[in-house]
C-alpha cells in the first residue's frame, strides 16, 4: 500500500504558480503553512460585512495607517493568507516591494460564518505563531465580534492567543494601534442576520 503526501510549497514557488497563470481566474486560493488551500466562498452577509467594515475602518482610521481588503500577507510559516481585512502600518511605497509582514500588522480580521471553525483553529493558530498581536473574527454565525490578543506557544507547541475577549453587536470597540479610535458595531452588524 503506497502512502500519500501531500505536496508542500514555498513561497517563491507560490508566487511562481501565481505568475504561470495555474490557478483559474476566479479561484480564490491561500497558502497555509506550505498547502494551497481554497478558500471558502463568500455569501450575502459576509459581503455585507465586509464592504460595511472596510468603508467604516477607511473613514476612521483616515491616512493614519493602510487598510488593506482580501490583500495577501506574509508569514514566516511558507504562509500567505488574504485575511479579509489587515489594518498595516503606513509605508513609503504601500507594500508594493513586499506584502506586509507581521512586525507591519497593527490587526488581522477575518469575517467568519461557514468558515467560522477554520478561522478559530487553523487561520488563530497561524496568525498567533506569527506574533500577530492582534487578531479579531466577526463572527456572524453567534452575532458578536470575537478579539484575540497576547500570542503565545503551549506545552505542545501549538499557538493560541491568551486573551479573548467577546463584543456584542451593539458595544463600541478601541482599534488597536490607535488610543482615540473606536468603532461601533452596530453599524456592522445592524440587518445582517
Not at 126 to 144: C, K, R, S, V
Request: charged share 25%; hydrophobic share 40%; proline share 4%.
Amino acid at each position: 500500500m503506497e502512502s500519500s503526501t501531500i505536496r508542500q510549497f514555498t513561497l517563491n514557488e507560490y508566487h511562481r504558480l501565481i505568475e504561470l497563470n495555474f490557478f483559474q481566474t476566479d479561484e480564490r486560493v491561500e497558502l497555509i503553512r506550505g498547502e494551497i488551500v481554497k478558500m471558502a466562498a463568500k455569501g450575502t452577509a459576509h459581503a455585507v460585512c465586509n464592504t460595511r467594515l472596510m468603508t467604516k475602518l477607511v473613514i476612521l482610521i483616515n491616512e493614519r495607517a493602510i487598510i488593506r481588503g482580501q490583500e495577501p500577507i506574509i508569514l514566516p510559516s511558507n504562509s500567505e493568507p488574504q485575511p479579509d481585512v489587515a489594518i498595516v502600518k503606513n509605508r513609503d511605497d504601500d507594500y508594493l516591494s513586499s506584502h506586509p509582514q507581521p512586525e507591519d500588522i497593527l490587526l488581522v480580521i477575518e469575517i467568519s460564518d461557514s468558515s467560522l471553525n477554520y478561522d478559530q483553529d487553523v487561520k488563530l493558530s497561524l496568525y498567533a505563531e506569527a506574533q500577530i498581536h492582534n487578531y479579531w473574527i466577526f463572527n456572524l454565525i453567534d452575532d458578536h465580534l470575537e478579539t484575540y490578543t497576547e500570542p503565545y506557544q503551549e506545552h505542545n507547541g501549538i499557538f493560541r492567543y491568551r486573551t479573548k475577549r467577546i463584543f456584542l453587536k451593539d458595544e463600541l470597540v478601541l482599534i488597536p494601534g490607535f488610543n482615540d479610535i473606536y468603532i461601533n458595531l452596530s453599524e456592522i452588524f445592524w440587518g445582517i442576520l
